[in-house]
């Protein structure tokens, strides 16, 4: 199994909501990551996850909150977000946190009204 | 020193032509350098990717050209196909752990029969 697999594939939310966005894979890898990327624009690194600590947090605003409850799973839970924040959040794995050979998942389109 | 660039912006070709994306570096020290392909609605996956000692790689119909006293590397796509139409990013990384993956701003290809 070499999927990252993630749900939901697309949310629309309020800016008074608070949802999840969930990653999973089963590859053994243990290192894993949240990217947001705009249209037509390379993907931006948010979090990196290594060994389930996180250690990469690149200055996100705090209405993105990670949590990595074991090896597998990833979440990224969202609360009071801005419309400015629609965007397509990827989750990304690979075997070690050195960020050789990202393995992707196909991202939640998100839009916030 | 961290950037990435990459041209062209878009890249319009033949079914059957070589389509060419070029990238630059600024950072000596980075040490891995793949490329990584998009289609829509899709996160990215990784094409090919090439490290510093090597001044050529091949995987199939794709082609990575490295030029290191330049600091420029290149994807070389044979033979190219519809099916080829995605967005392709380069990237690199210092390897080792704690370091993020930089892209550059990504190439939007379409192969015309």
């Known amino acids: 199994d070499t999927e990252v697999t993630q749900t939901p594939k697309h949310l629309v939310m309020g800016m008074t909501n608070k949802k999840s966005l969930k990653c999973e894979q089963h590859?053994?890898?243990?290192?894993m990551y949240w990217y947001k990327q705009k249209a037509k624009k390379p993907p931006e690194l948010m979090f990196v996850y290594s060994y389930e600590k996180l250690s990469i947090n690149e200055s996100v605003p705090s209405r993105f909150s990670p949590e990595c409850p074991n090896s597998s799973l990833l979440n990224l839970h969202l609360h009071a977000l801005q419309p400015e924040d629609s965007a397509l959040y990827l989750c990304?794995?690979?075997?070690?946190?050195?960020?050789?050979?990202?393995?992707f998942g196909s991202g939640t389109q998100l839009s916030v009204l | 020193q961290q950037q990435v660039k990459q041209s062209p912006q878009s890249l319009i070709v033949q079914k059957g032509g070589i389509p060419i994306i070029n990238c630059a570096y600024e950072n000596t020290a980075f040490d891995y350098f793949p490329w990584y392909q998009q289609f829509p609605g899709k996160g990215p996956a990784l094409l090919i990717a090439i490290r510093p000692d090597v001044s050529e790689k091949k995987e199939g119909r794709f082609t990575i050209s490295f030029n290191k006293s330049a600091k420029q590397f290149s994807l070389h796509i044979m033979d190219s196909q519809p099916g080829d139409s995605a967005t392709y990013f380069c990237?690199?990384?210092?390897?080792?752990?704690?370091?993020?993956?930089?892209f550059g701003t990504g190439t939007q290809l379409k192969v015309e029969l």
């Open positions: 590859m053994g890898h243990r290192a």
């Open positions: 990304a794995s690979s075997r070690t946190g050195s960020n050789e050979k990202l393995f």
């Open positions: 990237a690199a990384i210092l390897t080792g752990g704690g370091n993020k993956l930089t």
